[in-house]
């Protein structure tokens, strides 16, 4: 699939792309491109890899001069730069429509333009009825890759999206709050114990990719079948893996806190289908145009939309194995004190 390919990823210093990195280098891909902001980060990644098919550029995605020079000869692009904070959104929301959104389009307006083969934009549930500007700016990012596909004309660009919730262990993320207050002896803050999130690892997103790479034509989302858990399994997980009881303080909602995770919204099904591991949200042409496409996928079984509450369960047990599999207690504890969680 990657033979001989050269590949951008834009953030590609980020906890995605460090981990897409790894993958990609375990292939006969022949050169990877990072592209980001800060120095620092490419030069420690640089020295975490070692490999002579890394080329590290420093750029921001706003900038479309220095992205048109990055993307000179690259096959397939890993569209994972963005901010993310959602409360920071709040404060800043042009700041987030200028990456996520502009910066989006000079994306896309590169990849047409040096003929990329394939672009991979990364998704997330928030983008779904978003209730946030965050998640507003990366509907908009969705809307942007999957309806370049309809104006590309002859360049041959395939743009398709995979869409995810929060990866289990990242940044901001349930798991290292709960680590990072059970060993500080301190209060777990819970809004409510019987929220659901779907579960997903860094390697399951990074399966997704690679499926989505493979099966994707242009214009589709991928989203993954998931298992779920609740809150209070997690968080009951947790205490036995660190051998340790807090108490728990009950917290107001966050601004755009959803109960359940959302990955296919009620409208979306009607152009969603199904293969064994993902389901897949077709974006149609305005006019009705490609519905005559051929569809590789069997129409979706789903009636309503892809919410975590509707999911099969992980048990508190389950949670733990694969948290203990994943290494995930070490990984945080070890972020915690170099100061990144
Ligand atoms: N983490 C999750 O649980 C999750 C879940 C669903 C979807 N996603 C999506 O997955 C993608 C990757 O997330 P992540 O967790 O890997 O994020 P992350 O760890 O915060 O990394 C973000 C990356 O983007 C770069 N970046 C930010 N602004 C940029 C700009 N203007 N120009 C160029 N590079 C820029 C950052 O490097 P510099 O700061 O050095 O530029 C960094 O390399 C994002 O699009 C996010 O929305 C994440």
Not at 187 to 213: E, G, W
Not at 310 to 317: A, I, Q, S
Request: with cysteine; hydrophobic share 40%; charged share 30%.
């Amino acid at each position: 699939m990657f033979e001989g390919k050269t590949i951008l990823i834009t953030g590609g210093t980020g906890s995605l792309g460090t981990a897409l990195t790894k993958r990609l280098l375990s292939t006969n891909v022949s050169k990877i491109r990072i592209f980001s902001r800060d120095e620092w980060k490419q030069t420690n990644m640089k020295s975490k890899f070692a490999d002579k098919r890394l080329r590290f550029l420093i750029g921001d995605i706003r900038d479309k001069d220095r992205l048109y020079r990055a993307m000179e000869n690259v096959d397939i692009v890993f569209h994972a730069a963005a901010l993310k904070h959602v409360p920071v959104a709040e404060y800043n929301p042009f700041e987030f429509v200028k990456t996520n959104v502009s910066g989006a389009q000079n994306v896309i307006d590169a990849c047409l333009d040096a003929k990329v083969e394939l672009a991979v934009a990364i998704g997330t549930d928030k983008a779904v009825s978003p209730s946030t500007t965050y998640g507003a700016t990366k509907l908009l990012m969705e809307r942007l890759f999957l309806t370049a596909n309809f104006y590309k004309g002859e360049r041959k660009t395939r743009f398709i999206c995979v869409r995810y919730g929060n990866v289990l262990g990242s940044r901001g993320s349930i798991l290292p709050i709960f680590v990072e207050n059970i060993i500080a002896n301190k209060k777990i803050p819970i809004t409510d114990s019987s929220m659901t999130r779907f579960n997903i690892t860094m390697r399951q997103a990074i399966d997704l990719i690679f499926r989505a790479v493979k099966n994707g034509k242009g214009g589709e989302i991928f989203v993954p079948k998931l298992k779920a858990f609740t809150v209070k399994d997690m968080k009951n997980a947790v205490m036995e893996l660190v051998d340790k009881k807090v108490e728990t303080i009950q917290i107001p909602v966050r601004v755009g806190e959803k109960y359940h995770e959302v990955l296919i919204s009620k409208h979306e099904i009607r152009n969603t289908y199904e293969s064994k591991d993902d389901y897949i949200v077709y974006n149609f042409g305005g006019e009705g145009l490609d519905e005559k496409r051929t569809i590789p996928f069997k129409k979706t079984k789903l009636a309503d939309e892809y919410s975590s509450d509707m999911t099969e369960l992980f048990t508190k047990d389950e949670l733990k194995t694969i948290i203990t599999k994943e290494k995930l207690l070490e990984e945080i504890i070890h972020q915690s004190k170099s100061g990144k969680n």
